[in-house]
């Protein structure tokens, strides 16, 4: 993990002190918290909501859409 201040000055100094450097640090800043508690998300489904969700005969899309 790399913490936006320390990756500020490259983008800086890649793109300049454009619009095009704030917008990505704000896309980075956007981006990987929302990431990390997708991921979260995700992970945090019991086992015994996914058998219950096997056992209905529930198709992969259902389970994602569903219940993760």
Known sequence: TIPVI???PVLIT???LSIASKIMIAAIIC???T???MIRGFESVSPS???L???M???RREVFF???
């Open 6 to 8: 320390a990756l500020s």
């Open 14 to 16: 890649i793109f300049g």
């Open 31 to 33: 981006f990987f918290p």
């Open 35 to 37: 990431l990390v508690n």
């Open 49 to 51: 909501e996914l058998e």
């Open 53 to 55: 969700m096997r056992m």
């Open 57 to 59: 005969s529930a198709t």
């Open 66 to 68: 569903r219940l993760r």
